[in-house]
């Protein structure tokens, strides 16, 4: 009799246990989440990303663009940037602006495209450097940019586009040496 109680007692102990565990995490999961600001979710995200591949650590661009292939890197421009951006000179603005003499133009001021605040807080023009950064992970170059690209992973890649961008240009700027 003893023993029945005392299994009847686990079982019984175990399912109120399961009972309030589900019912905490219930509870906790949902408030966890709303408790988080928005901001502090934003912030931890590129952190995880600049920890994996730190924005510093990218090997420089400049020694793949004496070599790099044009035509390579507008199809590559055609099939992964042109559904967001046009390029030919005076071309609309798309889900992002328009790319006209991107290489050397200063940094979120295209006429009538609303950039985010985080792309106009940054800064400067865009170098053959920067660009190398934004295409290689937009989130983690400029932390809350409304580009949603994934990136590209291939520096020859990278090295192709800019190249390709660098001629979308009525005076195209010198290659680096
Ligand atoms: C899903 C859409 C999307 C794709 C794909 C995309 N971009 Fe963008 N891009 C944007 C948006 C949106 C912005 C504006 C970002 C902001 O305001 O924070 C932007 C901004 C930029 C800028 C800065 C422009 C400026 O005037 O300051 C560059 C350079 C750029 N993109 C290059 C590229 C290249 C090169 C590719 C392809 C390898 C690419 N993007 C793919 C949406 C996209």
């Known amino acids: 009799m003893a023993s029945f109680n005392t299994v009847a007692g686990c079982v019984l102990a175990s399912a109120l246990f399961a009972m309030v565990v589900g019912k905490v995490s219930n509870a906790v999961v949902p408030v966890h989440r709303l408790e988080k600001p928005a901001l502090a979710v934003a912030d931890e995200a590129p952190t995880e990303t600049a920890a994996a591949a730190p ?18 890197g507008k199809e590559i421009f055609m099939k992964q940037c042109f559904t967001c951006h046009t390029i030919d000179k005076g071309g609309p603005n798309k889900v992002g602006p328009n790319q006209w003499d991107i290489v050397g133009r200063k940094k979120a001021s295209h006429e009538g495209f609303s950039y985010s605040s985080a792309l106009q807080a940054k800064g400067g023009e865009w170098t053959y450097e920067d660009i190398n950064h934004m295409i290689f992970k937009p989130q983690a170059f400029v932390r809350g940019t409304k580009m949603a690209f994934a990136g590209l992973p291939k520096a020859q890649d990278r090295a192709d586009v800019i190249a390709y961008l660098r001629t979308m240009n009525d005076n195209p700027p010198p290659l680096p040496k």
Do not use: Q
């Open 55 to 72: 924005a510093e650590e990218l090997p420089p661009i400049d020694p793949l663009l004496a070599s790099a292939n044009v035509e390579h």
